[in-house]
């Protein structure tokens, strides 16, 4: 593609598209892990969220640029575990590690 100087050439590249997946930690390093969404009360989760973008770039970490400065943080995301009337059950931060 050839783009002159004073013209703008735009490329629809699609939507990215969110997965989340959850598994137990009991689980997680064993080989067969699959995705589960029914855990028994008390059950540590390990939850992984990746966001793919149309060109297939896989995105796992996120930064906010700070204002007024060359740097920037993460954006630790947010999660809330509903039951299945829609109550919310868990709501806090992803924590790392």
Known sequence: MKVGSKNVETIELGKPVLTVTAVGVNKQNKGG????????????????????GASGGRYDRFYQNLPNT????????????????????????????
């Open 33 to 52: 892990a699959t995705n589960c969404s029914v855990f028994s009360k008390g059950a540590k989760i390990r939850f992984t969220r990746t966001i793919r």
């Open 70 to 97: 060359h740097g920037d943080r993460r954006v630790d995301p947010e999660i809330r575990i509903l039951d299945s009337g829609g109550g919310e059950i868990v709501p806090g931060k992803v924590e790392y590690g």
